[in-house]
């Protein structure tokens, strides 16, 4: 099996290696995922669904890549977080940050001897992408973030009944079949799910699918889960990353699912704007899982970045942000106006998340201890009840 070993601690990282060429693209997954949800991207930018972890380095063919444009082959990597699915689970909650993630995907690709790739990163993983960016600037061709935010207290989903509901059922869940309804729930659109295929809808097809991803990989350990939620929960780019970030000049896309209810929206047009003007936004009609909802156009965005920094395209052109932009772009302006005249509501949210910080607890963990708690003091109430009333009668 191909194993990397990390210089974090003596972590092992599991990784797969997909298609053949000399431009290289590294995958780096989110919360509580595995390698294997880059399914759509694999194929779309490789044509491969087999791994060639056994095999040789090959040479670059002509034409190698799976879409159309691209001028040679690709090869791809992807791997389990730590925390999760073959990699290593380190029992300490503190060895458990973006920064020592990306470290994590660095030691990848030293062990492949990539010197330089582009990188992709979805949710956490883009958390992690901008990290190892930071970090090691000079090995990233281009940069991909996929429904990414700031971390910390930007981390907090959408707060109404429907996601109290899910946090809920997630902490609760105990077997794949009851883990794989919330992830549904959570990763895509109603809409999309509802979509008939022949005599089925997509949310039954998929549902077969989760099951047995679940079941193959296993259920992710408590350890590992709240070691990558505190992850999360601690990233920050600091005001130096970003300028790291910036100034090294390679090509950057934010794309991002507008009905996600995971990472908000707003978040990642407020972290477009700092990356400015290398960055490039793309909002598409999909959930927190756009990579699965809408693959074609995903994958056409990411084709789009990869040739354009490998025909050397400039920042400026890249980003095609005059000062006169209209268009859907110029929708971005409103909910960043408005975070911002909002003083009183930001300065709350920060206290709420120091607060919850020195805690160290997620929204999640948060409310479903609390939820759970409740319930046992009900069942608690209930049995002091009956007792009471039994005696009486006696």
Request: neutral net charge; contains cysteine; charged residues 20%.
């Given at each position: 099996m191909p194993f990397c070993d990390s210089s974090e601690n003596g972590t092992r990282i599991f990784y797969r290696r997909f298609g053949h060429g000399s431009t290289k693209v590294l995958l780096i997954i989110g919360l509580a995922a595995t390698h294997d949800s880059w399914g759509p991207q694999i194929k779309g930018l490789t044509g491969a669904v087999e791994p060639n972890d056994e095999e040789p380095e090959a040479e670059v063919i002509a034409g190698g890549g799976g879409l159309e444009g691209l001028r040679e082959g690709i090869e791809v990597c992807c791997f389990d977080n730590r925390g999760v699915g073959r990699s290593s689970v380190p029992p300490k909650k503190s060895e458990?940050?973006?920064?020592?993630?990306?470290?994590?995907?660095?030691?990848v690709l030293d062990h492949l001897g990539w010197r330089k790739a582009h990188v992709l990163g979805h949710s956490m993983g883009?958390?992690?992408?901008?990290?190892?960016?930071?970090?090691?600037?000079?090995?990233?061709?281009?940069?991909?973030?996929?429904?990414?935010?700031g971390g910390g207290f930007e981390c907090f989903p959408k707060i109404?009944?429907?996601?109290?509901?899910?946090?809920?059922?997630?902490l609760r869940a105990r077997t794949p079949e009851q883990r794989a309804l919330v992830d549904l729930e959570t990763h895509y659109t109603k809409e999309y799910l509802d979509e008939h295929v022949g005599s089925c809808t997509r949310r039954d097809i998929l549902y077969q699918e989760y099951v047995k991803a679940i079941s193959s990989s296993g259920m992710q350990s408590n350890c590992g889960f709240e070691g990558q939620v505190n992850?999360?929960?601690?990233?920050?780019?600091?005001?130096?990353?970003?300028?790291?970030?910036?100034?090294?000049?390679f090509l950057i896309s934010i794309i991002h699912g507008r009905y996600d209810i995971i990472a908000q929206l707003v978040h990642a047009r407020r972290l477009f704007k700092k990356l400015q003007p290398c960055a490039r936004m793309v909002e598409l009609h999909g959930g927190h899982l756009v990579s699965h909802e809408r693959p074609n156009e995903v994958n056409q965005a990411l084709i789009e970045l990869i040739n354009a920094s490998?025909?050397?395209?400039?920042?400026?052109?890249?980003?095609?942000?005059?000062?006169?932009?209209?268009?859907?772009?110029?929708?971005?302006?409103?909910?960043?106006?408005?975070?911002?005249?909002?003083?009183?509501?930001a300065s709350s949210l920060r206290t709420f998340y120091n607060l919850l910080g020195k805690l160290q607890l997620s929204f999640f963990y948060f409310v479903g201890i609390f939820m759970i708690g409740y319930e046992h003091m009900r069942s608690?109430?209930?049995?002091?009840?009956?007792?009471r009333v039994a005696t009486s009668n006696s």
């Open positions: 458990y940050t973006t920064t020592i993630m990306a470290k994590d995907a660095l030691a883009a958390m992690i992408a901008c990290k190892l960016a930071a970090l090691a600037p000079e090995r990233i061709c281009s940069l991909a973030l996929l429904n990414v935010t109404d009944r429907q996601m109290m509901s899910l946090a809920f059922r997630f992850a999360c929960w601690t990233h920050k780019m600091a005001s130096k990353e970003l300028d790291k970030i910036r100034s090294a000049g490998e025909s050397d395209v400039t920042p400026e052109e890249w980003s095609y942000l005059p000062e006169k932009q209209t268009g859907c772009m110029a929708t971005e302006a409103t909910p960043l106006s408005l975070s911002n005249t909002n003083n009183n509501v608690i109430f209930k049995s002091m009840k009956s007792v």
